[in-house]
């Protein structure tokens, strides 16, 4: 079949087998048309609203030892902070009251310091705001997830990565695919929320598994899906790699909007590291959430998961401006609600 008709296919039926899905991502000559049929399932399903999520990196101390990334463990070059708890808590009151925004998102490295209870007192503390609260703070188990649930927390975010174990694990040295795969499952059946994604062009990552990564997405049932170029760290083992483009990520979003037409896809600050219009085209391309960083410059400077970072993203007030500009520019607007998922299709994901 022509890539038009698969394209047309995946519009339609939000349905393609895995030799279809490789056959669209090899193929260059298809990308404007992928484009904008992701754009246009996007307007079918989810609308012209963006939304907006408040973003805080609240500790950048981490016990794991991925190769991608700065805040890995045994990156010595790099400074450390964790926040307090009434920092956290009122940089979140501070985003929901003076800034509007309807959702909070939490994420750090793996830093054990943040324990169970004291997770959840911050939860509780930000949910009094009237805003939706998200998680981005890694494996935990099922009792945890249930327990950040139960404090108010209403989505969890853990990205699989990838779903070619082999890479997983020469990528993530003591970590489990499986272990991964199990959290995902543990987040669902604890009621949040479920959002994953991966990284487009870690070393050794073929197109094959970019296309099977499409599927698990469509296999959990993910709520919201996160696809970043990977951008090489110098302070890792990765650092004389090549990285993911930019054109690849779009690909792989704008086909996750086909396969998974109602659920949230952020334009990721990393697309938006690679090219100053990378978000523009990510909106154009499927994406309907934007991420804006409000954590302070003190600390926003060390969480450098790839170099260019701490500068994307962040919500100075001009910033947030020029993010309205652009976004009206496109015939958008800031959506007014909290930004759940309407499911429109899918089942319940249980291992
Ligand atoms: N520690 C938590 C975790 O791993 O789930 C949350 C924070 S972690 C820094 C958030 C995401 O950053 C990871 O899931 C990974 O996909 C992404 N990331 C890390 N290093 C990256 C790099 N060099 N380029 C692009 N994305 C990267
Ligand atoms: Fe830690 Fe997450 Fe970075 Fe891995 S990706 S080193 S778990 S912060």
């Not at 981490?62 to 991608?68: A, F, I």
């Amino acid at each position: 079949m022509a890539s038009s008709e698969l394209i047309a296919k995946a519009a339609a039926t939000h349905d393609l087998g895995r030799d279809e899905l490789i056959a669209l991502l090899e193929d260059e000559s298809c990308n404007e048309t992928l484009f904008a049929a992701a754009d246009d399932t996007r307007r079918r399903y989810v609308g012209e609203g963006i939304h907006l999520r408040a973003l805080i990196e609240f500790s950048n101390i981490c016990r794991n030892n991925c190769c991608y990334c700065g805040l890995r463990r045994d990156n010595q070059n790099m400074i450390r902070y964790r926040m307090k708890t009434d920092e956290i808590i009122a940089l979140a009151e501070y985003a929901a009251r003076n800034r509007g925004f309807k959702t909070v998102v939490l994420q750090a490295g793996e830093d054990l310091f943040f324990t169970v209870d004291k997770m959840c007192e911050i939860i509780r503390g930000i949910k009094q705001f009237d805003v939706a609260l998200t998680l981005s703070i890694g494996e935990k188990s099922a009792a945890e997830y249930q327990a950040y649930r139960a404090a108010g927390a209403d989505r969890f975010l853990l990205r699989i990565e990838t779903t070619d174990r082999n890479l997983y694990h020469r990528l993530d040295p003591g970590m489990s695919w499986q272990n991964r795969r199990q959290c995902l499952a543990d987040i669902a059946a604890a009621g949040l929320e479920t959002g994953s994604g991966v990284m487009v062009g870690l070393p050794g990552q073929t197109i094959a598994s970019l296309a099977d990564d499409i599927l698990f997405f469509k296999e959990i049932n993910a709520d919201m899906i996160g696809i970043g170029p990977f951008i090489p760290h110098p302070d890792t083992p990765l650092k004389n790699t090549t990285g993911g483009t930019l054109e690849m990520s779009l690909k792989v979003m704008a086909l996750t909007r086909l396969l998974l037409p109602d659920i949230n896809i952020p334009a990721t600050t990393a697309m938006e590291t690679l090219a100053p219009n990378g978000q523009t085209k990510a909106l154009q391309a499927g994406a309907n959430v934007i991420m804006p960083n409000i954590t302070l410059a003190q600390y926003r400077q060390h969480y450098e998961l790839y170099p260019g970072k701490s500068e994307t993203n962040c919500a100075a007030d001009e910033t947030l401006q020029i993010l309205q500009d652009k976004i009206t520019a496109i015939g958008r607007y800031i959506a007014a609600d909290k930004g759940f998922r309407h499911k429109k299709s899918g089942k319940v994901f249980r291992l």
